[in-house]
C-alpha cells in the first residue's frame, strides 16, 4: 500500500455530501465524415470497453477500511468493472446544449464511490446538432487539472486521418522517458542524503518566506495578501450537495487580440473578463460589496510530463469589483497578478506548495457549524486557466470541438470559473451551488459582455 501525500489526502479528508471533491470535464466531438452520432458513441463505447490493459492510476482508490486508512494509503484493484465505470447515456428532446448541462449538474453532484477506483466516464448522444459528448469525473486526489488535461491531449492526434484512437486509461498513452544512465553505488547513497538537507533547507526557510510575503503585504498596494482577510459576499456560503454547471466558448483570437494590443497576457485577459461579469453578476442580484472581490488562482507546479497526483500552489489576485471603469478595473486587475507571480517566483518549489496549502487550508474548517459566519474568507472565487492543445485534435477522425472544465466548489466557496484552451477556442467552465448561486448562466452573458468592454479598452475589433 504506497502512502499518500497531504497533497492528495486533503482532498478524500475534507469531502463530504455537500461537496464532493472530483472533477471534471465535457468533450464535445463532431463525427467523421459519413458517421453518425451513434456510431461514433458505440465506436467510443467498444473501444475504451475493450481496452486490455488499465493503467495503475484508473485501478487506484484509498485503502480499505475507508474509515481507517483510506486517507493514508492507496490500494490497487487488480480487476475493473468496466460496465460500471463506461456509461452511455441519450438526451430528452429536443437535445439541445441545455439538456447537456443539465445531465452534467446532475451528475457531478453525485459522490464517487471509495471502494472503487474513483472515476467514472459517460458517452452522451442525443444532442440535436449531431456532436457526441463525453463527460468525465475522477477524483481529485488522483489528479490535478493540468494532468487530467494531458491525459486527454495524449489520447487525440492531430492527424484526422489516425486511427489508433484508444482508452484514456491505456498503458500504451504514457509517455515513457529513455533509459537513464546507471548511477554509482556511492550516488545512490548520498542522493537520498541530499534531498532530505535540500528539503530542510527550504522547510527551514519557510519562515523567512512568510515574512517575505507579509512585508510586501504591508508595503505593496497591489498585493492580495492571504493574511487580508476579503469582502464577505454571497459566494462565501455553506452549499447544498445540488450543482448547476454553465458553459461556454469564445475564439481566441479575440483575446490575444486585447492581450497584444495592452501588453497584457492572455491570462491577464481571462481575469479581466471574470471581475467584469462578477461585478455585473453582483449588481444583478443586489449584493456588490464595497470592497474588491479576491480571486485564489492554482498555478501547477510540474515541470515534468507527470499525469499523476497533484502539484498545485496559488497566487491571490484583486478583481477590482469596485471599479465600475473597465479599464481602470483591468489596470488594477494586471498589477495585482503580476505582484502575487512575483512573490510566488521568488519561493523555492516546497515553499510555494505549502503557501498554496496554507491558501486553501481554512476550507477544510469551513464545514464546522457556524465557522463561515464568524470567520472572513481569504477570497471569494477559485479562477483556473489550464492550457490546452495549440492545434485542432481528433480521436479517430472524430473532431474535438469543445473542451469544458468541470470543476469543485465548496463550503464558503460557491462558485468555481475554469478556462481551457483548445486549438482556436477558449473554453469557459462554471460551476456552482445550484441553490445559492440563483441564475449562474447569467455569468456568461456577462461575459460576453466584459470582453466587449476589454476590445472597447484595446482598440480592437471583435
Known amino acids: 500500500m504506497p502512502y499518500m501525500p497531504v497533497t492528495e489526502s486533503m482532498f478524500l479528508i475534507a469531502e463530504t455530501r455537500e461537496q464532493p471533491m472530483h472533477a471534471g470535464g465535457l468533450q464535445l466531438f463532431i463525427p467523421r465524415a459519413g458517421q453518425s452520432a451513434t456510431e461514433l458513441a458505440e465506436e467510443i463505447f467498444e473501444t475504451f470497453h475493450s481496452c486490455p490493459e488499465i493503467r495503475p492510476l484508473f485501478r487506484k482508490r484509498p485503502a480499505s477500511p475507508a474509515s481507517l486508512v483510506g486517507t493514508l ?30 445531465y452534467v449538474s446532475l451528475n457531478h453532484s453525485a459522490l464517487l464511490d471509495r471502494t472503487r477506483p474513483m472515476w467514472e466516464l459517460h458517452i452522451i448522444e442525443g444532442l440535436d446538432d449531431g456532436r457526441v459528448a463525453v463527460y468525465t469525473k475522477i477524483h481529485h486526489s488522483l489528479i490535478d487539472g493540468v494532468s487530467a488535461l494531458r491525459l486527454l491531449e495524449n489520447s487525440l492526434s492531430p492527424d484526422p486521418e489516425a486511427r489508433h484512437g484508444t482508452a484514456w486509461w491505456d498503458p500504451a498513452l504514457i509517455r515513457r522517458r529513455g533509459p537513464r544512465p546507471p548511477r554509482s553505488l556511492l550516488s545512490r547513497i548520498t542522493a537520498p542524503i541530499g534531498q532530505a538537507i535540500d528539503v530542510v533547507g527550504q522547510v527551514v526557510g519557510a519562515a523567512p518566506a512568510a515574512a517575505k510575503i507579509a512585508w510586501t503585504a504591508v ?31 469564445w475564439p481566441r483570437h479575440r483575446l490575444d487580440a486585447i492581450g497584444r494590443a495592452l501588453g ?7 481575469v479581466g473578463m471574470c471581475s467584469g461579469a462578477l461585478r455585473a453578476y453582483l449588481i444583478d442580484q443586489d449584493a456588490l460589496p464595497d ?68 491558501t486553501f487550508a481554512p476550507l477544510a474548517l469551513a464545514p464546522i457549524p457556524g465557522f463561515l459566519r464568524s470567520t472572513p474568507p481569504q477570497f471569494n472565487v477559485l479562477i483556473s486557466n489550464v492550457p490546452g492543445p495549440a492545434q485542432p485534435m481528433y480521436w479517430n477522425g472524430a473532431q474535438l470541438d469543445g ?18 484552451t483548445t486549438g482556436d477556442q477558449v473554453n469557459f467552465g462554471l460551476i456552482g451551488a445550484r441553490k445559492e448561486l440563483p441564475s449562474l448562466q447569467r455569468i456568461l452573458t456577462h461575459l460576453d459582455t466584459a470582453l466587449g468592454d476589454l476590445e472597447k479598452v484595446a482598440g480592437v475589433a471583435p
Open 403 to 420: 473542451c469544458y472544465p468541470v470543476s469543485i466548489v465548496m463550503h464558503g466557496q460557491a462558485l468555481n470559473i475554469t478556462v481551457t
Open 264 to 270: 497584457i497576457t492572455f491570462n491577464d485577459v481571462v
Open 291 to 358: 470592497e474588491p472581490l479576491i480571486a485564489a488562482m492554482p498555478v501547477s507546479m510540474r515541470d515534468d510530463s507527470s499525469s499523476e497526483g497533484n502539484a498545485v500552489t496559488a497566487i491571490m489576485a484583486n478583481l477590482a469589483t469596485d471599479q465600475p471603469d473597465p479599464e481602470r478595473r483591468l489596470s488594477a486587475v494586471v498589477a495585482s497578478t503580476r505582484k502575487a507571480k512575483q512573490v510566488i517566483r521568488g519561493l523555492t518549489p516546497l515553499q510555494a506548495l505549502t503557501f498554496g496549502a496554507a
Open 219 to 249: 508595503t505593496d498596494d497591489h498585493f492580495a495578501s492571504p493574511f487580508v482577510p476579503a469582502p464577505k459576499t454571497i459566494l462565501d456560503v455553506p452549499i447544498g450537495s445540488a450543482r448547476r454547471f454553465a458553459a461556454q466558448q
Open 73 to 102: 494509503a492507496w490500494s490497487f484493484d487488480d480487476d475493473i468493472d468496466v460496465d460500471y465505470h463506461v456509461r452511455r447515456a441519450v438526451l430528452p428532446p429536443p437535445g439541445r446544449i441545455r439538456e447537456l448541462l443539465r
